[in-house]
């Protein structure tokens, strides 16, 4: 089978995570599979964040957690030491399908390289805030962003699941 076909149909997402960082070797590799998603028209609306400061990475997923309304103590980025996040330009108008195909990317290239993902959702949500708009203004991304997602990274503290059966009825042919 073909290598990348292949990690297409293995990957899985992950929800536990070991403590060690992520090599920047591995995250600027899965930040140029980011990179290189199609987008409407070739624009390259997204824009990717990458976070392995922990402190940030802490405070973002606190702000999601007060979001998705869990209990304090819970960590939606699943104690994953690093996080792509991933925004785009809001007046675009393939902008979200842009942003999610490069987060499509991230993660088949984290599988690739050994890695565990994890789609976040609620960034929208964070980027809507005025503490997220400020965490934008600090790191110096001007303009109007929509936040697509995290992908949050790192070892897999467990072994991957087997995929769960395909639902019927999933694909119909027009010939």
Same mark, same amino acid.
């Given at each position: ?13 992950? %929800? ?36 392995? /400061?922990?402190?940030?990475? $802490?405070?973002?997923?606190?702000? /999601? %957690?007060?979001?998705?309304? @869990?209990?304090?103590?819970? !960590?939606?980025?699943? #104690? ?11 007046? @675009? ?10 987060? #499509? ?13 994890? @789609?976040? /959702? ?20 001007? #303009? ?13 503290? !467990? ?6 059966? %395909?639902? $019927? ?7």
């Amino acid at each position: 089978m073909n290598t990348v076909i292949e990690h297409m149909l293995t990957r899985r997402s992950v %929800r536990k995570y070991r403590p060690e960082p992520v090599p920047q070797e591995l995250m600027d590799q899965i930040i140029r599979a980011g990179t290189y998603a199609a987008s409407g028209k070739g624009h390259q609306s997204a824009v990717i964040v990458a976070i392995t /400061n922990r402190a940030l990475r $802490d405070r973002l997923s606190e702000l /999601n %957690r007060q979001i998705g309304g @869990w209990e304090e103590g819970f !960590d939606p980025f699943y #104690g994953a030491p690093a996080a792509l996040l991933v925004l785009a330009e809001k007046q @675009w108008p393939t902008h979200v399908y842009d942003g999610s195909l490069v987060m #499509g990317n991230l993660m088949l290239a984290a599988h690739a390289l050994g890695l565990g993902s994890c @789609w976040i /959702n609620r960034a929208r949500e964070t980027f809507e805030t005025q503490e997220g708009k400020e965490i934008l203004r600090i790191l110096g991304i001007e #303009g109007e962003h929509e936040g697509i997602g995290y992908c949050v990274l790192g070892y897999p503290a !467990d072994p991957l699941p087997a995929a769960a059966p %395909r639902k $019927d009825h999933f694909v119909y042919y027009a010939k």
